[in-house]
């Protein structure tokens, strides 16, 4: 009897014992879950530094092609008239 108490308290998984094993699991889960949305927020973040990175070239060449484009129109106008 005294055997079976002492496996029976030692090595046998009681219900709050399985209760909090599955506590424990939820929390990795949730954990787990964060993890992941970080990582994602992560990504998202370094793709738009990088898409600030490339802003002002592609501004740059926007404003000279519109110089251009005018300048072009302004001749132009001036050799009709």
Excluded: H, Y
Excluded at 2 to 23: C, F, G, N, P
Excluded at 49 to 68: A, F, Y
Aim: charged share 25%.
């Amino acid at each position: 009897v005294d055997a079976m108490e002492r496996d029976m308290s030692t090595t046998i998984a009681t219900k709050t014992d399985l209760q909090l094993l599955r506590q424990e699991i939820l929390a990795t889960r949730q954990e787990m879950a964060t993890k992941s949305e970080v990582a994602e927020l992560r990504q998202e973040v370094a793709l738009l530094r990088k898409d600030v990175e490339i802003l002002p070239t592609v501004m740059t060449v926007r404003l000279g092609s519109l110089l251009i484009v005018g300048l072009g129109l302004l001749f132009a106008a001036l050799k009709l008239t």
